[in-house]
């Protein structure tokens, strides 16, 4: 993979736009850069002027540099010039090594990913949230609406839970732009679900992956998510039956706008039951008895239902 890239100069000034992009100073960014790609990868001239066309809005990768005056190295100084840097260094001296230990790093870092989300084209594939320490959470949220702009991602991955995360985050997303979001809903967040769904973000997006963590059945309420055309659920519920998956099952095709959903039962003990009960209310349409339809009154369409695995059931209107 590293071969490649190396071969292709657009591939890779791409990987130096990127790491001008992590906001880092450029003998970090450089130094990343070759512990990636191979110490001998790039010489640090031409990794420097990459950069600092990038640094200077120029975006162009196909730039043709031929235009340029030609540069110098040190080895074209001339030797008078080259005595005397060399005369003026001490072989003693070392770079100090500085330890900003009363820092909030914290801030720091919040700070870098302030600048780093303002980047005017900037477009990310995924945004992942894993953890923000309690006593950070407000300056977190804090910083996502002081933006000029809102976050352009494809995906949105909140794997937190504990305070108001997803309402401090989904607002500050451009919605015409996000495809995916995966949230996890559990009884600490339950009862902000439906301020979540009502957000734009949740409305226009793709796909809207939950994972839903709830004590028991009664807390889950399908009729939420009769709104959405495209979505999938991850129940894990511990006392849920299969009848009672069956019964969310059939709530989800009474809906007028549903298109596909993916239902993760999450047992597998239930495979067997659950079939039992899908086979009571649909008929087979294939040689593949886990594929089944379910016809739509009144209409030319119908859901196609299919067990997927152990625990999972895609249900899809067709034509």
Not at 33 to 39: D, E, R, S, V
Not at 110 to 131: C, M, R, S, T, W
């Amino acid at each position: 993979m590293t071969e490649i890239i190396l071969n292709d100069p657009i591939a890779v000034r791409r990987c130096i736009l990127l790491e001008f992009l992590s906001g880092k100073p450029i003998w970090n960014c450089y130094r990343n850069f070759c512990y990636n790609l191979g110490k001998e990868s790039i010489e640090y001239q031409e990794f420097e002027y990459w950069f600092m066309r990038f640094s200077n809005k120029e975006f162009e990768l196909d730039y043709d540099r031929s235009k340029d005056p030609p540069t110098r190295n040190l080895s074209d100084l001339p030797l008078e010039i080259l005595h005397e840097i060399l005369g003026n260094l001490n072989g003693k001296q070392r770079p100090q090594k500085y330890y900003a230990n009363e820092l909030n790093h914290f801030e720091v870092a919040l700070n870098d990913l302030e600048a780093f989300l303002n980047q005017p084209k900037l477009e990310l594939e995924k945004l992942e949230i894993v953890k923000v320490d309690k006593k950070y959470r407000d300056d977190f949220g804090a910083m996502f609406q002081k933006l000029h702009q809102k976050v352009k991602t494809k995906e949105l991955h909140i794997l937190i839970t504990e305070e108001t995360e997803e309402l401090q985050i989904l607002p500050y997303l451009d919605p015409s732009f996000i495809e995916k979001i995966h949230l996890k809903i559990n009884e600490g967040s339950k009862n902000r679900i439906d301020k979540i769904l009502e957000l734009e973000q949740c409305r226009n997006v793709k796909m809207i992956e939950l994972k839903l963590d709830f004590d028991g059945i009664e807390q889950f309420h399908v009729e939420n998510f009769m709104m959405f055309k495209r979505f999938s659920l991850i129940l894990e519920i511990y006392d849920m039956n299969a009848k009672q998956f069956i019964g969310i099952v059939e709530t989800l095709l009474t809906s007028t706008s549903l298109e596909l959903v993916y239902l993760n039962f999450y047992r597998s003990d239930l495979f067997d039951p659950i079939k039992t009960e899908l086979d009571n209310i649909t008929v087979k349409i294939s040689e593949n008895s886990k594929i089944r339809k379910l016809l739509v009154p009144n209409s030319k369409e119908y859901f196609e239902t299919e067990l997927i695995g152990n625990t999972v059931v895609r249900i899809e209107r067709k034509i």
